[in-house]
């Protein structure tokens, strides 16, 4: 939020605004440190944020009386933000892929492939898995490397126009502030439960075809629960539930994501020996861990909102989720 823009004597700022001027603050500032040092905490920033933003704007634009100005925003942030985030992807994926090489020689994962009888047994079996994973490790530091390179192109080229592309949304919603406050808000919490909804037909049939885009939404379910989930106990607790089904389906997402590039990497792999057998297990056991979580956590978060669907679309924000207080349901989830 800008200190040039004065809001009328006696005029309290509005909690998304204060929410939405701290997220672009943090994007800019971290889109500069990656284009000098791409670290894995600066590309998981600016990507997490440009999401986090995308979702904010949109749910502040549905409020408003639709209008060339704000779709024409919205839809220039969601353009730049989608290019932004596919061009660090390959950066993001090979950061997540290195720790989770590295997790495989520790002993903590030795303990648990011999419990799941995957440990090699032999030492020439070891060594042949040692050198898979070494091999793999090379090859994604390379593509991290290539990927950073190519991301330094981009922001020399992009990246004014990229802060540009946000200080006018900020500016547009800085602009509209007053007229939020006339509204009666669609609560967060109730715009992450809608969200839920709509991915609730794939819930009874996840698997690993449809997991991946029921991951896509969850995440963006809970970044509008989280919204308020600073300010309100009861968003807390729907956040707490979203963000345990989007860590199980991440969790599963990468194991499968890496050993699809093992399979790539390792063409001549042996389907019983090595880390390809090892990584398909744990992608296996990801997946069915994932498939159960968000399918119990679903149903019960599902069963309660569904009853208080339109009561939900119309609560103002603060006061968001009455009736989920004191709801044991929630409370199980």
Same mark, same amino acid.
């Given at each position: 939020?800008?200190?040039?823009?004065?809001?009328?004597?006696?005029?309290?700022?509005?909690?998304?605004?204060?929410?939405?001027?701290?997220?672009?603050?943090?994007?800019?500032?971290?889109?500069?440190?990656?284009?000098?040092?791409?670290?894995?905490?600066?590309?998981?920033?600016?990507?997490?944020?440009?999401?986090?933003?995308?979702?904010?704007?949109?749910?502040?634009?549905?409020?408003?009386?639709?209008?060339?100005?704000?779709?024409?925003?919205?839809?220039?942030?969601?353009?730049?933000?989608?290019?932004?985030?596919?061009?660090?992807?390959?950066?993001?994926?090979?950061?997540?892929?290195?720790?989770?090489?590295?997790?495989?020689?520790?002993?903590?994962?030795?303990?648990?492939?011999?419990?799941?009888?995957?440990?090699?047994?032999?030492?020439?079996?070891?060594?042949?898995?040692?050198?898979?994973?070494?091999?793999?490790?090379?090859?994604?530091?390379?593509?991290?490397?290539?990927?950073?390179?190519?991301?330094?192109?981009?922001?020399?080229?992009?990246?004014?126009?990229?802060?540009?592309?946000?200080?006018?949304?900020?500016?547009?919603?800085?602009?509209?502030?007053?007229?939020?406050?006339?509204?009666?808000?669609?609560?967060?919490? !109730?715009?992450? /439960?809608?969200?839920?909804?709509?991915?609730?037909?794939? =819930?009874?049939?996840? $698997? %690993?075809? @449809? &997991?991946?885009?029921?991951?896509?939404?969850?995440?963006?379910?809970?970044?509008?629960?989280?919204?308020?989930?600073?300010?309100?106990?009861?968003?807390?607790?729907?956040?707490?539930?979203?963000?345990?089904?989007?860590?199980?389906?991440?969790?599963?997402?990468?194991?499968?994501?890496?050993?699809?590039?093992?399979?790539?990497?390792?063409?001549?792999?042996?389907?019983?020996?090595?880390?390809?057998?090892?990584?398909?297990?744990?992608?296996?056991?990801?997946?069915?861990?994932?498939?159960?979580?968000?399918?119990?956590?679903?149903?019960?978060?599902?069963?309660?909102?569904?009853?208080? !669907?339109?009561? /939900?679309?119309?609560?103002?924000?603060?006061?968001?989720? =009455?009736?989920?207080? $004191? %709801?044991? @349901? &929630?409370?199980?989830?």
């Amino acid at each position: 939020m800008k200190a040039s823009l004065l809001l009328p004597p006696g005029y309290e700022v509005h909690p998304l605004q204060v929410k939405w001027g701290q997220y672009f603050d943090r994007w800019r500032d971290s889109l500069t440190e990656c284009a000098h040092k791409p670290t894995r905490k600066n590309v998981h920033t600016v990507r997490g944020l440009t999401l986090r933003l995308g979702v904010l704007a949109e749910y502040c634009v549905h409020q408003l009386a639709a209008d060339a100005e704000s779709v024409s925003e919205l839809r220039r942030w969601g353009k730049e933000g989608r290019k932004l985030r596919r061009e660090m992807a390959p950066i993001r994926d090979a950061d997540v892929f290195l720790g989770r090489l590295s997790y495989l020689k520790s002993p903590q994962m030795s303990a648990k492939l011999a419990s799941a009888q995957l440990n090699p047994t032999s030492k020439r079996e070891n060594a042949k898995c040692m050198r898979e994973i070494e091999k793999l490790t090379q090859r994604v530091q390379q593509q991290r490397q290539e990927a950073i390179e190519e991301l330094a192109e981009m922001l020399e080229k992009r990246a004014k126009r990229l802060k540009r592309v946000s200080v006018k949304l900020e500016d547009y919603l800085d602009s509209q502030v007053g007229n939020f406050s006339k509204l009666e808000f669609v609560s967060a919490s !109730g715009a992450a /439960l809608t969200k839920l909804a709509t991915l609730g037909k794939a =819930v009874p049939s996840l $698997d %690993s075809a @449809s &997991l991946h885009s029921f991951r896509k939404g969850v995440k963006e379910a809970l970044y509008l629960a989280e919204l308020a989930a600073d300010t309100d106990a009861a968003s807390n607790k729907l956040a707490v539930t979203l963000r345990k089904m989007h860590v199980a389906t991440g969790d599963w997402h990468d194991w499968h994501a890496l050993a699809q590039v093992a399979r790539s990497v390792l063409p001549e792999y042996d389907e019983l020996v090595g880390v390809v057998p090892v990584l398909e297990k744990l992608s296996e056991d990801g997946l069915l861990s994932a498939v159960e979580i968000c399918q119990g956590s679903a149903a019960r978060l599902l069963k309660v909102g569904m009853d208080d !669907g339109e009561l /939900l679309k119309r609560k103002p924000v603060g006061s968001v989720l =009455v009736r989920f207080k $004191d %709801s044991d @349901s &929630l409370r199980q989830a």
